[in-house]
Structures are given as C-alpha cells and as structure tokens.
C-alpha cells in the first residue's frame, strides 16, 4: 500500500492502514497551519496591493543520501550539456493542499485562496511582482485565486489536488529556469509535458512598438527527468468579512528516503528546509 504523510494542524488517530497524520512542526510552520483575517497585512503593489494572511509549509525533505547522489548523478550522466539534475524532482514524491475556510461574521462574505510554492532555487511571490503598467494585469498565483462566496457563519472545505500542485511545480520551474513568460506558463496546461525549452531573458520592445517581447530558445531543453518539484508550499488568503483557514500539506513518497516520516517532528540534522529567494522577471509584460 502506498504510503501517506499529512502534515496537518490536529493529530488524528485512527487505524492502522489510515494515512499517517503529524502535526506541525515547533518552528514558525506552527503558525502557518491556522491563519487568521483579523491579521492580514498589506501585500501586492500600487493599484494591486491587497489585505490578506499569509503561511507556509515546508515538505519534510531529507538531506539527500549517498544512494540518492548516486542515482540522481547516474541520471545527470544521461542530460543535455546545461541541464542540471535537481535535489527534488516531480517523480519521487506528490503534494496535495487541504484547507477549512470559516466564515465567523454573521454577514455573507466572499474570499480568494492563493497558493504559490518555492522549488530548491526559486520561490514565487506574484506579490512582489510590479505590473509594467496600471492596465497590465497582476502577477498570476500557481493556482487557485478564485472567487468563494460563504454564508454568515458557513465553512468552505477546500482542496488543491495532486495534478494542480505538480502543475504548480512544473510551471514554477518554467517561469524561474525557463524565462518563460509568467501567463503563458500558468495559463497552459503543462503537467504531461515531456521537455520544456528555456528562453532568453524576456527585454521589453522598443518604444512605441506594439509586438510581444522578443525571446529565443536559450540552450538544451529540460527533460521531464529533470523537473523541479515543489519544497514549500505558501497560502494566501483574501478575504471581505473575518475568516479564518486552516490547511494541511498532504505528501505521498514515491521514493525511499526523500521524505521523512516524522514530518517536520523530525530531528533538525534530518531535514532540509529550504527558502530560496523570490524570482523576479527581468520584465514583466
């Protein structure tokens, strides 16, 4: 049977053949389980600037072992020039979000569930993205940023699926090692691709002028093999009345030693916790 860890804001007891549940970790992870309206900050930019709650989970990956280096460099020998095998890859593991939306005001209320993630290089925050312009659009979230509408009093029980995160992490990795254009990437299925083709760096066009920005095919294509998975997982959330949310990072292992079981409960020597800096584009249409 296929093991499952859930790192989740409650302990839940159960049978022996349930999934394994753990709870957050005694660091800042904590906090990130259970957000809270009342809290929200300013974040976005200009015109885009908007009051939400934000928290993250990290995946409990493991420091990689010497049967991971040999693996990952045996698969390294068979790359393109250029194309570097990362750490944590779309096929040792899954991720899946669930979250509770609570709605404590007596009115009806409406509010957004944002998710965006970091890989072992780049994490994306469409937050600290600056539009070009006052009519371009906002930097899009990885997934969801959907309107849900939710009586007074009323719960929403929500849930980012394993397709969308892998989504999230394949399209993560090609607006950050890819150069490729941010709306395209998100607005395109992608999670069945075999290869994608980094661009150039994407420069805007001359003044005046009304065509796209120019980009070029930019050394070898990334093989599937070599795509980048998804090591922390960032939720946002909007909303119009006073909510609350609580979320749990479901992670299914594929591969042996890649995630602990023990969650972020594991000792600090046995985890990598990884917060790399936010990518931005050198332009943004």
Same mark, same amino acid.
């Given at each position: ?7 989740a %804001? ?29 809290n ?9 600037? @908007?009051?939400a709650? +934000?928290? %993250?989970?990290?995946?409990p990956?493991?420091p ?27 096929d040792?593991?899954?991720l899946?979000?669930?979250y ?6 007596? +009115? ?6 944002q998710?965006?993630?970091?890989n072992?290089? @780049?994490?994306?925050d469409p937050?600290?993205?600056m539009?070009?312009?006052d ?15 939710i ?18 992490a ?6 950050t ?17 075999? %290869? @994608?083709?980094?661009l ?18 930019d ?6 093999a070599a @795509?980048?998975?998804?090591?922390r997982?960032?939720?946002?959330m +909007?909303?119009?009345t006073?909510?609350t949310?609580?979320f ?6 594929h ?31």
């Amino acid at each position: 049977m296929t093991r499952m860890l859930f790192i989740a %804001s409650v302990l839940v007891v159960g049978c022996a053949n349930d999934p394994e549940y753990v709870q957050c970790g005694t660091s800042d992870t904590m906090d990130a389980c259970s957000l809270d309206s009342a809290n929200a900050v300013m974040m976005g930019t200009g015109m885009d600037a @908007f009051l939400a709650v +934000k928290g %993250s989970l990290h995946v409990p990956v493991r420091p990689e072992t010497a049967d991971l280096t040999k693996s990952r460099m045996a698969l390294q020998a068979t790359m393109p020039t250029g194309v570097d095998v990362p750490l944590y890859r779309d096929d040792q593991y899954d991720l899946s979000v669930e979250y509770t939306v609570k709605n404590l005001d007596d +009115k009806p209320g409406q509010m957004k569930i944002q998710l965006n993630a970091a890989n072992e290089m @780049f994490s994306w925050d469409p937050a600290m993205i600056m539009p070009a312009g006052d009519e371009s659009p906002p930097a899009p979230a990885l997934a969801g940023d959907v309107p849900i509408d939710i009586q007074g009093k009323g719960q929403y029980d929500g849930l980012f699926r394993e397709d969308q995160l892998l989504e999230a992490a394949i399209d993560l990795d090609q607006i950050t090692r890819g150069n490729i254009n941010m709306y395209a990437a998100t607005l395109t299925v992608n999670k069945n691709d075999p %290869s @994608f083709q980094p661009l150039s760096a994407s420069m805007p066009p001359p003044v005046g002028s009304d065509e796209p920005p120019m980009q070029t095919p930019d050394g070898s294509a990334v093989p599937r093999a070599a @795509f980048r998975n998804i090591v922390r997982v960032d939720i946002v959330m +909007k909303s119009d009345t006073h909510m609350t949310i609580d979320f749990a990072l479901r992670v299914r292992p594929h591969v042996n030693d890649v995630i602990h079981d023990m969650g972020m409960d594991a000792p600090v020597a046995e985890l990598t916790i990884l917060d790399p800096a936010p990518f931005i584009p050198a332009y943004t249409p």
